[in-house]
């Protein structure tokens, strides 16, 4: 690596944090896929118990938690254009 030029050398560098960033991924994270599938399913679970059953509080608390998780994070609105002078239009 010293003979290298900057660009390279950077180049270089990327691809060390990369593969480090990926390894770390792996080890901490899991495979997020299967996660999130494992989730909808205890959920899904949950949902068709809590149709039969009162559900106890433990279970009650884990539906809202999994429920909360796939709530969509963003409400779309409709948001009026703004005029250069920024006044709505």
């Known amino acids: 690596m010293r003979n290298a030029g900057p660009l390279e050398r950077i180049s270089i560098k990327l691809k060390r944090l990369t593969r480090a960033l990926q390894s770390w991924s792996a080890k901490k994270v899991g495979h997020i896929k299967s ?15 809590q149709d039969m059953r009162l559900l106890s509080p433990q279970e009650e608390w884990l ?7 796939f709530e969509p994070r963003f409400v779309r609105k409709d948001y009026r254009k703004i005029t250069v002078k920024g006044q709505l239009s």
Not at 35 to 44: G, N, S
Not at 63 to 69: D, G, Q
Request: proline content about 0%.
């Open 35 to 49: 996660q999130l599938a494992l989730a909808r399913e205890v959920l899904h679970r949950l949902e068709v118990a």
């Open 63 to 69: 539906r809202r938690e999994l429920k909360r998780l």
